[in-house]
C-alpha cells in the first residue's frame, strides 16, 4: 500500500529534550515536505525537500531540522524544543515538485506536546 | 498577506442540505495548481481534487463539485445532498510552482452535518 508513514502518533516532552520524528514514503517520491497545523493557521510548511541531499525552508523553518540522506526519509528534528512548538505536524510527499502532479500523500500526523 | 482565504471558519447544515465552501486564491502567476482536502475528525489529510490554472472547466464527482472562476480567483466546493458523514475541515491549497515550490493552506472550513 502507497503510504507516508509518521513516528510516533503522539508525543508528550520537556521543553529542551532533543526529538526526532520520522518520516518514511514508499512511493518512490521525490518530494517531501513537513507542515505543522495549528488552530486558525491552517498548515504552514516548515521544511521541504525535492531531492536528497537538497532541503530547503519554508514558512516556518525556526527550530526545526531536517535531513534527506535517502529518499524515502525525511525526518524532523527539534533539537530543543519549546512550547510553542506544541502542535500537530504532517509529513507529506509527492512525486512532482510541490505536489503539482495529483497533490500531495500526507502522513497520519503526530501530535505532540511540550511542556 | 494571505495567499488562500477561506472566509468561512465553521459552516453547521442541516442532513441532505447543500453547503457550498468558499475559498479565494492569490497569485500573480499564470501557472498554479488549486487543491481541496478533507480532514475528517480522525485528523488525516485526504486529498479531493486538483486543478490547474488553465482548465477552468467545473468538476462533478458524485455529490462533490467545484467551480474554479480565475475572473474573480475563486475555488469554490459544493456537496450536494450532504451527510453526516461530510462533517469534517475542508482545505484549499494554493502552488505556485515558480516560487520556490511552496504550497500554501487556507485556515481550513469547518463543516459540520447535523443529522
Known amino acids: 500500500e502507497a503510504q507516508v508513514t509518521q513516528n510516533p502518533r503522539y508525543l508528550i516532552t520537556v521543553t529542551g529534550k532533543k526529538l526526532t520524528v520520522t518520516c518514511s514514503q514508499n512511493?518512490?517520491?521525490?518530494?517531501m515536505s513537513w507542515y505543522r497545523q495549528d488552530p486558525g493557521l491552517g498548515l504552514r510548511q516548515i521544511y521541504y525537500?525535492?531531492?536528497?541531499?537538497?532541503?530547503d525552508k519554508g514558512d516556518v523553518p525556526e527550530g526545526y531540522k531536517v535531513s534527506r540522506k535517502e529518499k524515502r526519509n525525511f525526518p524532523l528534528i527539534l533539537e530543543s524544543p519549546s512550547p510553542n512548538q506544541t502542535s500537530l505536524y504532517f509529513c507529506?510527499?509527492?512525486?512532482?515538485?510541490?505536489?503539482?502532479?495529483?497533490?500531495?500523500?500526507f502522513g497520519s500526523g503526530t501530535r505532540l506536546t511540550v511542556v | 498577506a494571505q495567499k488562500v482565504t477561506q472566509a468561512q471558519t465553521e459552516i453547521s447544515v442541516v442532513e441532505k442540505e447543500d453547503v457550498t465552501l468558499d475559498c479565494v486564491y492569490e497569485?500573480?502567476?499564470?501557472?498554479?495548481?488549486l487543491f481541496w482536502y478533507k480532514q475528517p475528525p480522525s485528523g488525516e489529510l485526504v486529498f479531493l481534487i486538483r486543478?490547474?490554472?488553465?482548465?477552468?472547466q467545473n468538476e462533478i464527482s458524485g455529490r462533490y463539485s467545484w467551480n474554479f472562476q480565475k475572473s474573480t480567483s475563486s475555488f469554490n466546493f459544493t456537496i450536494t445532498a450532504s451527510q453526516v458523514v461530510d462533517s469534517a475541515v475542508y482545505f484549499c491549497?494554493?502552488?505556485?510552482?515558480?516560487?520556490?515550490?511552496?504550497?500554501?493552506f487556507g485556515t481550513g472550513t469547518s463543516l459540520t452535518v447535523i443529522p
Open positions: 507529506a510527499s509527492s512525486g512532482s515538485t510541490g505536489g503539482n502532479d495529483y497533490g500531495y500523500t
Open positions: 512511493m518512490n517520491h521525490e518530494y
Open positions: 525537500s525535492m531531492n536528497v541531499e537538497v532541503t
Open positions: 497569485t500573480r502567476d499564470t501557472t498554479y495548481y
Open positions: 486543478r490547474n490554472s488553465f482548465d477552468e
Open positions: 491549497a494554493l502552488s505556485e510552482p515558480s516560487v520556490g515550490n511552496q504550497f500554501y
